[in-house]
T-cell receptor
Framework: RKEVEQDPGPFNVPEGATVAFNCTYSNSASQSFFWYRQDCRKEPKLLMSVYSSGNEDGRFTAQLNRASQYISLLIRDSKLSDSATYLCVVGSFGNEKLTFGTGTRLTIIP | EADIYQTPRYLVIGTGKKITLECSQTMGHDKMYWYQQDPGMELHLIHYSYGVNSTEKGDLSSESTVSRIRTEHFPLTLESARPSHTSQYLC???????????FGEGSRLTVL
């Protein structure tokens, strides 16, 4: 079983819609959680950290469920520029080891 | 913008050649990493370093080697390249204890 699992998609979503995807992790000792974004043929960049109480950044909301070992990302009012691959990242040992999921590919359709 | 640089961006070489992929960062980060990523696939950690003179192998076995003689520099070397080494190699760095990795733009290696 992979340490971090994501549905690879692709998710094809009309502009303006709300889209959500989940990620599960296997190590119950994981301490930190992040969503990264990777555009086609570009390097990954941090989108947002995920806090236990859940957090929001504009149109993006991240949630953590430690009991079920999953994190989620919700994008509201999706825009064409949101098209990218979203990588779930889980950290352990004080963030010294970051494990990436395979990523979920999202395409926003005009 | 992140101050982490990789060279070359693209490299096409023949089998058996020795190559070094350069990675430098000017942010003073002590942690540095090398990831390998094939198109449409996940990132695999192949090497990391906690600081000068520290190098460790990552989760994915790799025939490459790394060195960390200076804080800002973390080169990756392949002594004898093979077609199976064809991939994108991404260098990254971060501050200890934080979760934000800063990536370079990557080095796309093709071995013929």
């Amino acid at each position: 079983r992979k340490e971090v699992e994501q549905d690879p998609g692709p998710f094809n979503v009309p502009e303006g819609a709300t889209v959500a995807f989940n990620c599960t992790y296997s190590n119950s000792a994981s301490q930190s959680f992040f969503w990264y974004r990777q555009d086609c043929r570009k390097e990954p960049k941090l989108l947002m950290s995920v806090y236990s109480s859940g957090n929001e950044d504009g149109r993006f909301t991240a949630q953590l469920n430690r009991a079920s070992q999953y994190i989620s990302l919700l994008i509201r009012d999706s825009k064409l520029s949101d098209s990218a691959t979203y990588l779930c990242v889980v950290g352990s040992f004080g963030n010294e080891k970051l494990t990436f999921g395979t990523g979920t590919r999202l395409t926003i359709i005009p | 913008e992140a101050d982490i640089y990789q060279t070359p961006r693209y490299l096409v070489i023949g089998t058996g050649k020795k190559i070094t992929l350069e990675c430098s960062q000017t942010m003073g980060h002590d942690k540095m990493y090398w990831y390998q990523q094939d198109p449409g696939m996940e990132l695999h950690l192949i090497h990391y370093s906690y600081g000068v003179n520290s190098t460790e192998k990552g989760d994915l076995s790799s025939e490459s080697t790394v060195s960390r003689i200076r804080t800002e520099h973390f080169p990756l070397t392949l002594e004898s390249a093979r077609p199976s080494h064809t991939s994108q190699y991404l260098c990254a760095s971060k501050l200890a204890g934080t979760g934000e990795l800063f990536f370079g733009e990557g080095s796309r290696l093709t071995v013929l």
